[in-house]
């Protein structure tokens, strides 16, 4: 079973940068498409960015097309969102998520807070 870690959260000025990763154990990561998603406080989680298992394929939430970009090294089983030009708008916690065929897996996540 594909076990997830999220790393690379934290508080960042409104403008600013940080980049996300989630590293995968104990399974076959490569084979799995991998999603970001994020919760705000008092909302629904929602649908952030996606890549395909050859990364070769990627799909953003339009609130954050070209600002955030997905990406991942199968080699080293781990999947990244750089995430630029961060608004206040974009602090919730973010989750990584595997599309494994025993059905969907996640990572406990990671805070990001940017202030304005």
């Known amino acids: 079973q594909v076990q997830l870690v999220e790393s690379g959260g934290g508080l960042v000025q409104a403008g600013g940068s940080l980049r996300l990763s989630c590293a995968a154990s104990g399974g076959t990561f490569s084979r799995y498409g991998m999603n970001w998603f994020r919760q705000a406080p008092g909302k629904e989680r929602e649908f952030v960015a996606a890549?395909?298992?050859?990364?070769?394929?990627?799909n953003y939430a339009d609130s954050v097309k070209g600002r955030f970009t997905i990406s991942r090294d199968n080699a080293k089983n781990t999947m990244y969102l750089q995430m630029n030009s961060l608004k206040p708008e974009d602090t919730a916690v973010y989750y990584c998520?595997?599309?494994?065929?025993?059905?969907?897996?996640w990572g406990q996540g990671t805070q990001v807070t940017v202030s304005s």
């Open positions: 890549i395909s298992w050859r990364g070769s394929i990627t």
């Open positions: 998520n595997a599309e494994a065929p025993s059905g969907a897996l």
